[in-house]
């Protein structure tokens, strides 16, 4: 991973580093970069696979990351490369023709978090939700709890259990809730 | 409500040559709102009914969530539902108790109606686990009802999460019993309440994208 | 040409035994088969209860004419077979209708349901029914025709084309039948036999998992009960041409319920034992085992 990192290094103006394991390890790399990364680790380094593509939603910072998960059958290792966006524009080139599966993946964000791929095929279809109405699910700014409430019919009478002190409760009767 | 395109109206060239419009909606299905059926008019023939339909339960094989894994070990030697005049039919058409095997989504709801309102009077409904009674762990989820019985009418819930096979057999002999004292009903109350139910349905369902009854 | 007018409550006594007869049979196979697979299988009666409910369902939809008349061709193929071919030999009640040339008339007959469940199934619009039919007929087609060479073979070998004179030939000791006497014509049959019992291996048309149930996917309520009658009359129909053709006949009710039940156990048997053919191997089966032997059982006689 060490000596992978320093050859990429040359190339491209990566981040930091970060190994999770011995055989897994995340890069921060500019949006500008990306394709040409990708490319590189994938017809010159043999990181053939697209594990997946998902999203972080960094509310705070205004930011979306995007991780694009690469597998190295031969070596047995992943490489995560982490692509910071603007969460209010929320635009990304689309890697649909070097991976024909981001498609998918492609649509799903969309969908799920609102990120806009263009040029990537079908992406203007719904991918999971049907008729959805709302801002996208996976922004953290979602208020599931509230959606639910409002949107779907409830049975009055639902309690809800801190389960260690229930099973404290119901298991040792005698016993103070705390335990002690 | 927005249309897809294979359900928009649109011109059709036979075979034949012959150009002629079809309007899936109407031409594909029959609109018509479910009536209620009373049953035989003599009493003991009704009964005599119920009696052989709680021997025969047909369910109609459609998982719905993750409570369908515990509907396949019935098939199996070591609980073998069949043994109780319950079978597996993979047509709506062909069954009579529909399990909603779990948590449904919005999506899923679409279907399940869908399959529901295909089976032919009497049909019933068993909830089966937390989720169809009152959301059990979807509760806050963005897109999973949480109460069955706004959208079908339910006969019978089973609790928990998951249920087991035992719980589940159980479940059938209750069944039984609703079914024989004449009970079951949930085609009718279904057909007198049409209204109601759709304007539940059509409520979280936002792409209603077929007629309003499938007959 | 005098009628006998007694022989039509004979005819119905007839169809009413074979009814109760197929369904308690059809149970017990499906129990034999649970067996097998290690389960205690549904109740013997289970059939009764089924069609009871079935009849007793409250709605039903059609599709157009021609699906109503899909069941009622079926049941008119089981019972019309039934009808026109001597059930028990020698016995006056139970000949039914049977006259000089009925083989030729009950070699139309085992095909005469299919046709109609394809006319039914085809109006029903169900895509699934669709393909499950055409699988059906390419299949049974097929395996028709090694069963129409042996009963070539029998026909000519006694030179009758009458059930009755068939059967009466056979009659005096085990050794007399067409088992025996015209073996290979026998295993040409049994092999066309296996293929139009629709139980495994050549049941893929009414596969459960892929093509939900085949040609009947739409049919219910009163349908599917008029369908499930045929279904107990029609295989107890077949058998009984297959033992006046083969197994020398039957000279009372208890005889010919120990060999249909042996020769349907037949079916159940190999079906256990082996996984299912898809429709083109199972036509390449007929082709290179069923058919040669049907050919071959007519050039020796």
Request: charged share 20%; glycine share 8%.
């Amino acid at each position: 991973m060490r000596e992978l990192y320093a050859r990429l290094k040359a190339l491209y103006p990566l981040g930091e580093l970060t190994e999770q394991r011995k055989n897994l390890a995340f890069v921060t790399v500019p949006a500008a970069h990306l394709r040409d990364t990708l490319l590189h680790l994938r017809d010159k380094e043999g990181f053939t696979h697209l594990v997946l593509l998902t999203a972080v939603d960094w509310l705070e910072e205004g930011q979306f990351q995007l991780t694009y998960l690469l597998n190295n059958r031969a070596l047995a290792c992943d490489l995560g490369l982490r692509v910071l966006i603007q969460r209010d524009t929320a635009t990304m080139e689309s890697i649909h023709d070097l991976w024909p599966t981001a498609a998918t993946y492609q649509r799903e964000l969309r969908e799920m978090f609102g990120i806009d791929f263009p040029g990537s095929p079908r992406i203007e279809e719904e991918f999971i939700l049907e008729g959805w109405n709302s801002i996208p699910p996976y922004r953290r700014d979602f208020d599931t709890l509230k959606y639910a409430q409002e949107a779907y019919a409830e049975r009055p009478g639902r309690v809800t259990h801190d389960p260690e002190t229930h099973m404290r409760l119901q298991m040792y009767p005698g016993q103070h809730p705390a335990g002690k | 409500m927005t249309t897809k395109p294979e359900l928009m109206k649109r011109m059709v060239k036979g075979p034949d040559g012959l150009e002629f419009e079809v309007d899936p909606l109407r031409d594909y299905y029959c609109e018509a709102p479910p009536t209620v059926m009373p049953g035989a008019y003599i009493q003991i023939v009704e009964d005599f009914f119920n009696w052989a339909r709680s021997k025969s339960l047909w369910i109609l094989g459609f998982g719905t969530g993750c409570g369908a894994i515990e509907m396949r070990p019935l098939m199996t030697p070591r609980f073998d539902a069949y043994r109780f005049g319950v079978a597996w039919r993979p047509t709506p058409r062909q069954a009579n108790l529909f399990i909603i095997s779990g948590y449904l989504s919005t999506k899923t709801l679409k279907r399940a109606i869908r399959a529901y309102e295909q089976m032919q009077n009497p049909k019933y409904v068993i909830g089966l686990g937390s989720c169809t009674i009152n959301g059990g762990m979807y509760w806050d989820s963005y897109n999973t009802i949480k109460k069955l019985d706004e959208y079908l009418p339910v006969d019978l819930y089973i609790a928990g999460c998951m249920p087991r096979p035992e719980a589940l057999l159980a479940g059938f002999e209750e069944m039984k019993k609703i079914i024989r004292t004449g009970k079951a009903e949930g085609a009718n109350q279904y057909a007198e309440n049409f209204a109601w139910y759709k304007a539940n349905q059509k409520r979280v369902i936002h792409d209603w994208d077929m007629p309003d009854y499938n007959w | 040409m005098d009628f006998d007018w007694m022989k039509i409550p004979y005819a119905f006594l007839t169809v009413f035994i074979v009814v109760n007869y197929g369904f308690l049979m059809g149970a017990l196979i499906q129990k034999i088969g649970a067996r097998a697979g290690r389960r205690h299988g549904i109740p013997i009666w289970q059939y009764y209860l089924d069609v009871i409910k079935n009849y007793g369902l409250r709605t039903s939809i059609t599709h157009g004419v021609m699906f109503y008349l899909g069941p009622v061709f079926r049941l008119s193929g089981g019972v019309g077979l039934l009808l026109f071919m001597p059930v028990i030999y020698g016995s006056y009640m139970f000949s039914n209708f049977s006259f000089a040339g009925d083989l030729i008339l009950a070699l139309y007959f085992v095909f005469f349901g299919t046709l109609g469940m394809a006319l039914g199934a085809g109006e029903s619009g169900h895509p699934h029914a669709a393909i499950g039919v055409t699988r059906g007929l390419q299949q049974v087609s097929m395996a028709e025709l090694p069963f129409a060479m042996a009963v070539f073979s029998v026909a000519l070998q006694y030179q009758t084309l009458s059930i009755t004179e068939i059967v009466a030939a056979q009659q005096g000791g085990m050794m007399n039948w067409t088992l025996f006497t015209n073996p290979i014509a026998v295993a040409a049959a049994m092999l066309a036999f296996l293929g139009s019992m629709m139980r495994p291996p050549f049941d893929v048309f009414i596969a459960p998992q892929e093509i939900p149930i085949g040609p009947p996917t739409e049919y219910h309520s009163s349908y599917l009960a008029l369908m499930q009658t045929n279904r107990a009359i029609f295989p107890v129909a077949k058998i009984v041409i297959y033992m006046n053709l083969f197994f020398g006949g039957a000279g009372s009710w208890p005889e010919l319920f120990v060999k249909v039940f042996f020769l349907y156990l037949f079916s159940a048997f190999v079906g256990v034992c082996f996984p299912r053919f898809r429709v083109e191997q199972s036509i390449r089966f007929f082709l290179v085992w069923a058919v040669p032997l049907g050919v071959l059982s007519i050039m020796v006689v």
